[in-house]
Nanobody, 115 residues
Framework: QVQLVESGGGLVQAGGSLRLSCAAS????????MGWYRQAPGKQRELVAT???????HYADAVQGRFTISRDNAKNTVNLEMKSLEPEDTAVYYC?????????WGQGTQVTVSS
């Protein structure tokens, strides 16, 4: 089993910045992809960004150029730096880890961007 614990998030004005962090623990494979997804009220969960243990990050078009994902393989953590936030970025953000044993989710952290 894998456990994911997120931190960060909160309320910010449009144009502001926030940083999300996620720590993974448990039976973590040496090959995995970590990432962030988000779910706004009344909408389906959508990909924000993913990053493999080794390789390039992938971003959704909506956040390209504003968000930066990074990870620390030694600590099994993944971060999401969010800049130039927009009200449309308001959602619950979920950390994820995908490996041979399955896809795992954190509990989610709320990000609210006021206009």
């Amino acid at each position: 089993q894998v456990q994911l614990v997120e931190s960060g998030g909160g309320l910010v004005q449009a144009g502001g910045s926030l940083r999300l962090s996620c720590a993974a623990s448990g039976s973590i494979s040496g090959i995995n992809t970590m990432g962030w997804y988000r779910q706004a009220p009344g909408k389906q969960r959508e990909l924000v960004a993913t990053i493999p243990r080794s390789g390039s990050a992938h971003y959704a078009d909506a956040v390209q150029g504003r968000f930066t994902i990074s990870r620390d393989n030694a600590k099994n953590t993944v971060n999401l730096e969010m800049k130039s936030l927009e009200p449309e970025d308001t959602a619950v953000y979920y950390c994820s880890l995908f490996q041979y044993s399955g896809l795992y989710w954190g509990q989610g952290t709320q990000v609210t961007v006021s206009s």
